[in-house]
């Protein structure tokens, strides 16, 4: 089976375990496993708690009180050093390698010599190698995340005062896709950071497939939003049978009581250019009865700041609204064909086996009608009937120009 990882609020070590109890995983496995590592006077508390009303396990490791700074060595001596399955035993290590990583770097120190303290503690080994056991258990074969909650604001540390997310977690997520909506408080601990980036290999929105369980692990601050993991197990589709893929994008949308309607069509041609999925504007009655504009632009998530700059720039309006949207995805593909010897474009989208979209690219066949002189719509019917030759979609003999 696959997994899916949401981390609408975050991550940490005990939300994974929880996430994993939730979805089935024996808690036997885990006190099987802190046993495996010769942890002394460790036990696991597992309770059913709601996070706003929704029902979910939250997971404590309680130890002796310990006044030990471990070295990545001495965590490493530890798991090898009990009767672990390999790949469980080895996947573990390989998390807190990277947790040794990044709090080197966070500190200026080096692998060998950085003190791991919060992470170096009993609850983060208990964490990380049964989160790993758990994983392993249910035999997920591939794991995907979501785009990741970031926390904000301040929290004391055995180095001090840090800023949220602290710095080694920051470390841990470069590369990952993340966002903030002003929680304050750490969503995402070093142990979470790690697990979550060892653990997925891809980040975005849920992939198809049949769903099979659903868990939450419980986070232990109460928050503004559900403090919870969310893990998700699928059936996958199988290879070649996937009639759509889900992505997600983000909307801009403004409205303008104020701006020339001449400098619309280059607003809009420069957003497109610098990325923009599509971009549309639709009439608005705005307040005291004003005429009105409201500016609607799609795009990845990753180039919605630089599209805002883009729109404050060259609108009038004070403020954006933005959203996020999963949307269906048709598989497609660019066939090139020839009107008028001249290149055209041609997007075609696949429902599974069968062929369902056949669009020439706009922008190619106005430029094809500016330099032939031919009407657009006939420019537009050759190059579909072209690539509809192409896919041996039809049976009769009509040639492109």
């Not at 009865?289 to 729109?311: E, W």
Request: net charge negative; proline share 5%.
């Amino acid at each position: 089976m696959n997994a899916y990882i949401d981390c609408f609020s975050g991550a940490s070590g005990n939300m994974f375990l929880g996430a994993l109890l939730d979805v089935g995983v024996p808690e036997t496995l885990f006190k099987d496993t802190i046993a495996t590592l010769g942890l002394e006077d460790v036990h696991i508390e597992v309770t059913k708690v709601m996070k706003h009303g929704i029902a979910a396990r939250h997971v404590v490791v309680h130890h002796p009180e310990q006044h030990v700074h471990r070295h990545l060595q001495d965590v490493v001596e530890i798991i090898e050093g009990a009767n672990l399955e390999p790949t469980v035993g080895r996947r573990a290590i390989q998390v807190f390698r990277r947790l040794a990583v990044a709090e080197a770097k966070a500190h200026g120190t080096t692998v060998e010599e950085v003190h791991f303290h919060e992470v170096g503690a009993i609850d983060a080994i208990v964490d990380v190698v049964c989160t790993v056991a758990g994983f392993y258990h249910l035999r997920v074969e591939s794991v995907r995340s979501s785009p990741v909650h970031l926390g904000t604001g301040f929290i004391e540390v055995a180095h001090g005062t840090m800023p949220v997310p602290v710095p080694a977690t920051m470390n841990l997520l470069t590369g990952v896709p993340t966002y903030s909506r002003g929680v304050v408080g750490e969503l995402v601990t070093p142990t979470g950071a790690a697990l979550l980036t060892e653990l997925a290999g891809s980040y975005g929105a849920l992939p198809a497939g049949r769903l099979l369980k659903v868990g939450y692990g419980a986070g232990t601050k109460d928050l503004p939003i559900p403090n919870l993991l969310r893990l998700v197990l699928l059936e996958p589709v199988p290879s070649g049978k996937t009639l759509w893929d889900m992505d997600e994008i983000a909307v801009l949308e403004c409205n303008i009581d104020d701006h020339n309607p001449e400098l619309v069509p280059p607003l809009t041609q420069g957003l497109l250019d610098r990325g923009a999925l599509d971009v549309y504007v639709q009439n608005a009655i705005m307040k005291g009865g004003r005429a009105g504009l409201t500016l609607t632009v799609l795009c990845h998530p990753d180039d919605q700041d630089a599209l805002a700059t883009v729109i404050f720039r060259e609108t009038t309006t004070l403020g954006i609204r933005l959203d996020r949207r999963r949307r269906y995805v048709l598989p497609r593909e660019i066939v090139p064909v020839k009107v008028a010897d001249e290149d055209v474009r041609v997007k075609v989208g696949k429902l599974g086996e069968q062929t369902v979209t056949v669009a020439p690219e706009y922008r190619d066949c106005h430029q094809v009608a500016q330099k032939t002189g031919l009407p657009i719509k006939e420019v537009y019917d050759q190059a579909k009937m072209a690539a509809r030759q192409t896919l041996h979609l039809d049976n009769g003999t009509a040639q492109a120009v």
